[in-house]
């Protein structure tokens, strides 16, 4: 039974570029969430995804940051032109169901260094 | 009232010792509190979770004590063992619209002394 899957597990990006982080989540869950972690805070929920379909999405910042969810393949969280302040570590998580279990199960996270 | 507060911010008890951690929330609508414990460079991994009809929940040695009346939920866990040192995060979420986005306390690191 693969838990949740996240690549790359470590990326490093200048200022300026593009960072792309993806999540697969476990078998049988069709939804996932994206959470990021500062150093030494808690994790702060960024956006929730369905299969093609974007459920929540408050917590993302307004600019610079998307996510999807396809059809087929992994959630990607994608970053365009990064800055040193988006460093942080990048957690997904999936669930079976909302409404039943509420059960969120993490994967090993993406740290992303903005030099 | 999104906020759900934690305390300590860092703990350090003796092995065999009791380690409790609390936490408090002012959003009613919460109806899912989980605890989840983090390892460095890993991720949060789902320790114990309680639903506000019941006031404990114990999963061996670790037991949730849930106060609905004072919005307030802990993690106890007993007989603490060195291997337990870790950072555990409470959070609590609101099921019933259908989008289970965690609201996570701020984290206390835990260090059990051998």
């Known amino acids: 039974n693969a838990g949740v899957m996240q690549n790359p597990r470590h990326l490093v990006r200048r200022r300026g570029q593009e960072a792309r982080l993806r999540c697969s989540p476990m078998k049988g869950h069709s939804h996932v969430y994206w959470y990021r972690q500062l150093p030494e805070e808690g994790l702060k929920f960024m956006v929730y995804l369905q299969k093609e379909n974007i459920i929540d999405e408050s917590g993302m910042p307004k600019e610079r940051f998307s996510a999807e969810f396809p059809k087929e393949g992994p959630s990607i969280l994608r970053i365009q032109q990064v800055v040193r302040g988006d460093s942080a570590a990048y957690f997904c998580?999936?669930?079976?169901?909302?409404?039943?279990?509420?059960?969120?199960?993490f994967g090993p996270g993406t740290r992303l260094t903005v030099t | 009232q999104q906020q759900v507060k934690q305390s300590p911010q860092s703990l350090i008890v003796q092995k065999g010792g009791i380690s409790i951690i609390n936490c408090a929330y002012e959003n009613t609508a919460f109806d899912y509190f989980p605890w989840y414990q983090q390892f460095p460079g890993k991720g949060p991994a789902l320790l114990i979770a309680i639903r506000p009809d019941v006031s404990e929940k114990k999963e061996g040695r670790f037991t949730i004590s849930f106060n609905k009346s004072a919005k307030q939920f802990s993690l106890h866990i007993m007989d603490s063992q060195p291997g337990d040192s870790a950072t555990y995060f409470c959070a609590a979420s609101i099921g019933k619209s259908g989008a289970q986005k965690l609201v996570f306390g701020q984290g206390t690191r835990l260090t059990i002394n051998p």
């Open positions: 998580a999936s669930s079976p169901q909302p409404g039943g279990t509420y059960e969120q199960y």
